[in-house]
């Protein structure tokens, strides 16, 4: 995983805006209807490289293929794995938002409820096509060296945050649930980072989840959960190398009150149990922007790696570069310069067809963190 040795380097979630001729692909293909495998695999090949040049333009170093294969961060794993059916089960809504119903049936009506069927497991969880992720990496791999990208990122979903979010039918608890995820993701990490790039294990459930699934436990209850999703997540990795894989921590990528959002410093301890290396955090919106001082606070392994998110990614303002200069050295002084690279709070398109920023802003959000990564630079290695 390169570091921040002579300027300070940037980066992302990974979801970028996805365009329409790439979302009715893949919806398309979720329904089932009108879908054209080869016509996929064409326009899948030429939205990465796409994604890829742009992001190189607007000024990041360390890019993703914007997921533009999957419908979501973590429901795309319904076409590689059995035991996943479709069904019609009530979501788990935020806690947050049913404290403002009139605020959450008016988001419902913008189109932030996601509109992709829902996966339910119902049989057992196994590998059933390794195909999709064997041309994602290759996508990916050609995009970077295309691009002239620093380095390449791929996403994918941790053993938690599935479990969490995908009701469980079949296994008999929610440990042998996390087993089965575990045994299967291990596949799917080892690949990704056999092939050259960096690993992202997407862990939203280790915040999010407090106000969505535990949302009527106590923290305690919580707590406990997570650490269970955490040694599952380890499991998979144990044969991947941690200065290959960085985590993302996510609280919900939703512009709301978040007023039910579990403070950071009730589960830091258990965020850094993890194995990657690098951990990506928000950092940027009014919520948890403060939080800076939990991780100056803490006891991080000298080995950790910081990507606070310096940009909001529901939000429509572009963060000024002094700006985003002012966090990024915030976190330089925690952890010194060149264990710090400059990311976002969440990605732009975490699932297909929305998005809060417009595409042209997600861009210019991106070139200005680029520039305060410049403006950062100049102080901190004059």
């Given at each position: ?39 996929f695999d064409r326009v899948m090949t030429q939205a990465v490289e796409e994604v890829a040049q742009k992001q190189v333009a ?325």
């Amino acid at each position: 995983m390169k570091q921040s040795t002579e300027r300070i380097l940037t980066t992302h979630v990974g979801s970028m805006p996805r365009p329409q001729y790439v979302v009715d692909q893949l919806f398309a293909q979720d329904k089932g209807e009108g879908y054209d495998p080869s016509e996929f695999d064409r326009v899948m090949t030429q939205a990465v490289e796409e994604v890829a040049q742009k992001q190189v333009a607007a000024g990041v170093d360390i890019i993703s293929d914007g997921e533009m294969s999957k419908i979501s961060y973590a429901t795309y794993i319904r076409h590689r794995l059995t035991g996943f059916e479709i069904a019609e089960v009530p979501r788990a809504t935020p806690k947050d938002l049913d404290d403002f119903p009139a605020f959450k049936k008016r988001l419902a009506e913008q189109g932030g409820t996601p509109k992709y069927h829902r996966p339910v497991v119902r049989g057992e969880i196994k590998i059933k096509d390794l195909e999709p992720l064997e041309k994602d990496i290759a996508n990916m791999k050609t995009a970077v060296a295309a691009s002239g990208a620093q380095e390449g990122f791929m996403n994918a979903a941790s053993p938690g945050v599935i479990a969490v979010f995908q009701p469980n039918e079949y296994y008999t608890n929610d440990e042998d649930y996390l087993q089965a995820l575990a045994e299967v993701m291990k596949v799917e990490y080892e690949k990704i980072t056999e092939a050259g790039l960096i690993l992202q294990v997407d862990c939203p459930d280790l915040a999010m989840g407090r106000h969505i699934r535990f949302r009527d436990d106590d923290t305690a209850t919580f707590k406990k959960a997570a650490q269970r999703q955490v040694e599952a997540l380890n499991y998979a990795l144990q044969n991947v190398p941690a200065d290959r894989v960085r985590m993302h921590l996510c609280w919900g990528n939703y512009e709301g009150p978040h007023t039910h959002d579990v403070d950071l410093d009730e589960i830091i301890d258990i965020v850094l149990s993890a194995k990657p290396q690098a951990v990506q955090f928000e950092g940027a919106n009014p919520r948890h922007a403060h939080e800076w001082q939990i991780w100056a606070e803490a006891d991080i392994p000298d080995d950790k790696i910081l990507v606070p998110g310096v940009l909001d990614t529901t939000t429509n303002f572009v963060e000024h570069p002094d700006l985003v200069a002012e966090r990024i050295e915030r976190y330089a002084n925690i952890v010194g310069k060149e264990r710090v690279l400059a990311g976002t709070d969440c990605g732009f398109g975490t699932f297909a067809g929305f998005g809060a920023v417009h595409p042209d802003i997600a861009y210019a959000k991106l070139e200005s963190l680029a520039e305060g990564a410049r403006r950062a630079s100049q102080k901190l290695w004059s």
